[in-house]
């Protein structure tokens, strides 16, 4: 390697160590809620033509019904979504949920400590 291409390896390894922005893929505040709502969307509880909320249960505004204090279906699932990340649940103070997202199909087995 000549050393041209040696000194803008270097740089560019300078450059993705120090000069790099901070990335945020996952966030129990955003993105698990956000996935809650868009699974609850495309299943029998969300999607169009789906009736289960509706006719079966009765909430006749499916997943924006209002349940409690002005608090929609969809806004509970979103919360319960963060909840189970944020380890803790208002009842019992410390929990570990979370742990229970684990599962390896090759073993049939979760998240073993």
């Known amino acids: 390697m000549n050393m041209k291409k040696y000194f803008l390896l270097i740089l560019l390894v300078i450059n993705l160590f120090f000069i790099s922005t901070n990335t945020f893929a996952f966030s129990d505040v955003e993105t698990h809620p956000k996935i809650t709502e868009n699974a609850a969307e495309q299943s029998i509880f969300g999607c169009t033509g789906?009736?289960?909320?509706?006719?079966?249960l009765g909430f006749k505004k499916g997943l924006d019904e209002v349940v409690e204090s002005e608090i929609t279906?969809?806004?509970?699932?979103?919360?319960?979504?963060?909840?189970?990340?944020?380890?803790?649940?208002?009842?019992?103070?410390?929990?570990?949920?979370?742990?229970?997202?684990?599962?390896?199909?090759?073993?049939?087995?979760?998240?073993?400590?």
């Open 50 to 56: 789906c009736y289960y909320l509706k006719d079966k």
């Open 73 to 113: 279906i969809r806004t509970l699932l979103m919360s319960g979504a963060q909840t189970e990340d944020s380890g803790t649940l208002p009842s019992s103070g410390i929990c570990f949920r979370g742990l229970d997202h684990f599962y390896d199909p090759l073993t049939q087995k979760g998240l073993e400590l």
